[in-house]
């Protein structure tokens, strides 16, 4: 009988092209998932677990966190220390916990909803909608707050639109989203309109790079399947106009800055979300992913990796080195349905969720045993019988601890045949290798980790796997 083999040598493809096209997706490279829920491929030398949350002391709902927070400051205002906002609350924040908040009290206006949040000329300032529109309020560390800061206090200030408010820091000044308008704050004085885009555009996000300001936004900026015109705008700051406007088909999303390079999130026709890298005037498609588009709150970076919230996930797109080839993976879980702000201010990412009346903020941490990998399909139907003998599979991996445990599948026939094997500390010991004899016949097959019933302390790391059978003759 002839002899046939499938081995997947490491994991580092991350996601196949269209994994989210059908539950069986059968087209990409031997080393990319079909499907996937929180894993780590980060080392490029395996497959594990993903992470972990642990929710931080006072960070939730019977704690000190009674609101969504959204921006998250991705930086530290002194050691050990941070700030977010959500709802009417402005939080100090600790690698481990989340202070009594500030709440915020606009003067003449209620329904206030904290937006973002930045450290600027050693002050932090902070965005919110209300009632009547919305402003920027400013607290002088440590305590000096000042809820109504850019509409009252400042020479030319003005209520903002009521619309996503994004600050960014650009140099000596911070530029505001606002509506069409980028409004400005120089450190003394206030600007409305810096600049004006189309008339029925809505700013999504703004990055300062390249000595340019990126401005994401859509025209009319209208929810559902409605077509729209997505752009991004290139401005050097203090023309009177735009140097450039980029077009995309779609509904465009959050901005975001590595290395220097503008990185844009957006939605085509059809409903697939993209990141896409800005290179000049051009927008070059980098990964595609399931789910929503993340706000500019829902995007940060993680040991070399672009990471952003999209639904109740968090994928991650990167390569670990130079020379690896870019890869997309479902890293985590953001905690509750609703997602909040992604930020990594003290190096580790923290995450903020809700669901009804309950709110989280919470920290990577440990190993997520809620995670699974799956392989693309495999096609063993090439002999006489129309079917393949599945003979044997090994599966290496590192040493294991107490608890740590992974269950194999080989998925046959579309999911009408299971056969399934396990691995762990408590039948395996410290084994970095076991060999499994299915003995069954299919047409097809897919290959599926699952760590449901493993721990959340110690993981198990999976280097390969290979699956030998034979063709009936």
Not at 32 to 38: D, E, F, I
Not at 47 to 65: F, I, M, P
Not at 429 to 457: L, M, Y
């Amino acid at each position: 009988m002839a002899k046939w083999s499938h081995k997947i040598n490491n994991f580092i493809g991350g996601f196949s092209p269209g994994y989210f096209l059908g539950d069986f997706p059968s087209f990409g490279n031997r080393n990319q998932a079909g499907k996937m829920l929180n894993c780590d491929l980060i080392d490029p030398s395996g497959l594990t677990q993903g992470k972990g949350l642990a929710t931080l002391t006072g960070g939730n709902q019977a704690g000190n966190l009674t609101t969504l927070i959204k921006g998250l400051l991705d930086k530290v205002i002194s050691a050990n220390l941070t700030y977010g906002v959500g709802g009417n609350r402005l939080y100090p924040i600790s690698p481990t916990a989340v202070s009594i908040p500030r709440i915020i009290d606009h003067p003449t206006a209620v329904g206030e909803d904290g937006e973002d949040v930045v450290l600027f000329r050693g002050k932090v300032y902070y965005s919110y909608n209300h009632s009547a529109g919305g402003d920027v309020g400013r607290l002088t560390l440590p305590s000096t707050f000042s809820d109504n800061f850019l509409s009252t206090f400042v020479p030319g200030g003005f209520t903002l639109e009521n619309a996503p408010h994004q600050l960014e820091v650009a140099e000596d000044h911070i530029f505001i989203a606002n509506g069409r308008f980028v409004s400005l704050f120089s450190g003394t004085v206030a600007t409305r309109i810096a600049l004006d885009i189309h008339q029925d555009a809505v700013i999504q996000s703004i990055v300062w790079t390249q000595h340019r300001l990126w401005i994401s936004a859509n025209r009319p900026n209208i929810g559902g399947n409605n077509k729209m015109i997505g752009s991004v705008y290139v401005w050097n700051g203090f023309a009177r106009s735009w140097e450039e406007e980029i077009r995309i088909t779609g509904r465009a999303g959050a901005l975001y800055v590595k290395g220097g390079v503008p990185y844009l999130f957006y939605q085509d026709l059809t409903g697939v979300s993209k990141l896409a890298v800005i290179d000049g005037v051009q927008i070059r498609d980098l990964t595609s992913f399931e789910g929503d588009l993340p706000r500019y709150y829902q995007v940060s970076e993680y040991k070399g990796f672009i990471i952003w919230s999209s639904g109740n996930r968090i994928f991650a797109f990167g390569a670990v080195l130079p020379k690896l080839p870019g890869l997309l993976f479902q890293l985590a879980s953001t905690g509750w349905v609703n997602s909040g702000g992604l930020s990594a201010p003290f190096g580790v990412p923290m995450t903020a969720s809700a669901e009804g009346a309950n709110f989280r903020l919470a920290r990577f941490s440990g190993f997520e045993t809620n995670s699974n990998w799956k392989s693309m399909l495999v096609d063993i139907s090439k002999s006489k019988t129309g079917k393949g003998f599945i003979e044997k599979v090994i599966v290496n991996f590192n040493p294991m601890a107490v608890g740590a445990r992974v269950d194999i599948r080989l998925n046959c026939d579309l999911g009408t045949s299971i056969w399934t094997g396990t691995i762990s500390h408590a039948l395996d010991g410290t084994a970095i290798q076991k060999i499994f004899n299915p003995n069954r016949d299919a047409h097809n097959f897919r290959i599926e980790f699952d760590f449901t019933n493993g721990s959340a302390v110690n993981n198990v790391f999976v280097r390969s796997v290979l699956v030998e059978g034979s063709f009936p003759s």
